[in-house]
């Protein structure tokens, strides 16, 4: 369970994060949605204890971010930030291979190998194993870094706006594999999404921000309906019901 | 593996050499009809080894430095002498000499490489405040930061009638190692163990802060822990032969462009390759007009700007 409390974080005098207390789930798939501004990623990185709160505390799993051993928070928690601008150039095997850092520090072992190499079979990535990421295209890189991530192989899984770069197909295949961690691993998977229809069809759970606050959240079926998400994206959004799925269509 | 190992041979033929090149006549032949007690073995203990030992040294641990420095700023093109760290050594050794000039060696030693702590981080604050977009603006920083600093030394240098002896540590020269006058420079090969021992703290923290985080690692420990080995080194660097341009640069970027960054790998190569690099620049420095030698620090700059020039070029500007 991922616990806010009164969360903040103020840029000069303008507030980004106002005060956000949340109960996120243990398990399933989280979305966190929001129109741009909303506070989500900074939310995010605060959670992830990347960025220091001015006000607030978050604990995770029990453990409280910014008090808790950042190598012990590492084996529990990863988190994957967008535009990662990677100077360093590594192969996608090592990329993936440091996601063991935390219980390796280095050593890899038999168990390390093996986590190693089924997130690269994850993430479609054998045949790039040995190339350097500034050989990759934009979503390739994207894949290499979730990789990462996976093989880190923690339960809580945060990641901000991971379909970042991906084509379609490789954008539901990101979702289908986060739903897939959840269901079949009990990891829990929280994410910040654009497209609310890949948010409606693979969440368990929604958060809505707006302007540093929690304006709804609960089930989808909460969620995706017009009168809560109108006025969070001040726009006509519509939703239908197609193939069980709640699908918003807002193109004009 | 076998390129490594390559490598090696080449750097160890080089040092080889290095042993036998010279004005007195040292060859096997001589060694063997005059032993060590002869003038030949004198020669070869007193000052061929040292110097010869003082090259590899040199060579190793600044380059290893430049790939420190390289990894923790997250930039292709910083080295001690290109973000004021060499400039900062000498601000200090020079302080040290003007205020306490009886104390050991050592001792002295020891307050440049504070001076060069200080002075790197500095940079690093100023790089902190002023975000670059642009790659190439980095060093550029730091070779302002350097000059300013340099200044600073000149200034208290010239009022101080110790300008000679800041020109000797601004150009790195081995013709004066002896016996008993390089011993410092082991610990420059402290610092590429040690480096070798973090390899994976500083790969991961080339990969950026919040990576380094995420992997459990405290981004500021790590960094430290680089400007620390940089600042020995340089120091301990400029206080025996004088600082050596461009060899913290491009040995790490050819290793870099040939076998990628991660340093568990690359620390080897960039010892390697450093340490042969300088015993060929100063072999050719002592061969060029011979029986006359040309400073090691001469020839890195011609050598080492021309391949520096070629890196610059072939990077497109404002790649990440």
Known sequence: ?252 | MPALIAGTIITIALAIVSLFVGVSDVSLASLLSGGWEGRPGEVLLISRIPRTAALVLAGASMAISGLVMQMIVRNRFVEPGTTGTSESAALGFLVVTIFAPGWPLMAKMAVAALFALGGTALFLRVLRAVPLRDVLLVPLVGIMLGGIVGAIGAFIAYRTNLMGSMLAWNMGDFSGVLRGRYELMWFGLAGCVLAYIAADRFTVAGMGKDFTTNLGLNHRAVMILGLVIVSVVSAVVLVSVGSIPFLGLIVPNVVSMLIGDNMRRTVPWVAVGGAGMVLACDIVGRLIRYPYEIPISVVMGVVGSLLFLYLLLRTPRGAK
């Open chain 1, 1 to 252: 369970m991922i616990i806010t409390n009164q969360v903040t974080k103020n840029y000069g005098t303008s507030c980004v994060v106002d005060g956000v207390t949340l109960e996120l789930p243990q398990g399933g798939v989280t979305s966190i949605i929001g129109p741009n501004g909303a506070g989500k990623s900074t939310l995010l990185s605060m959670v992830s204890r990347l960025m220091a709160m001015d006000k607030g505390s978050v604990t995770i799993g029990g453990l409280d971010v910014t008090k808790a051993k950042s190598d012990e928070l590492a084996k529990k928690l990863s988190i994957l930030r967008q535009d990662n601008h990677m100077t360093a150039r590594l192969t996608v095997h090592d990329l993936v291979s440091f996601g063991r850092y935390p219980h390796s520090k280095g050593r890899l072992n038999i168990e390390d190998k093996a986590h190693i190499d089924r997130a690269i079979k994850y993430l479609d990535l054998e045949p790039l194993s040995g190339r350097f990421l500034d050989e990759l295209s934009g979503g390739q890189r994207q894949r290499a870094f979730v990789a990462m991530v996976l093989a880190q192989d923690t339960d809580y899984v945060l990641l901000d706006e991971p379909l970042n770069n991906l084509d379609m197909k490789h954008a539901m295949g990101m979702m289908k594999l986060m739903r897939q961690a959840a269901d079949d691993l009990g990891k829990t998977v929280v994410l910040v999404l654009h497209d609310i229809n890949f948010a409606s069809w693979y969440s368990d759970h929604i958060v809505a921000m707006k302007l540093g606050k929690v304006a709804a959240q609960g089930s989808v079926k909460d969620i995706i309906r017009p009168d809560v998400l109108n006025p969070i994206y001040e726009m006509e959004i519509n939703v239908h019901e197609i193939g069980g799925q709640l699908i918003s269509v807002y193109y004009g």
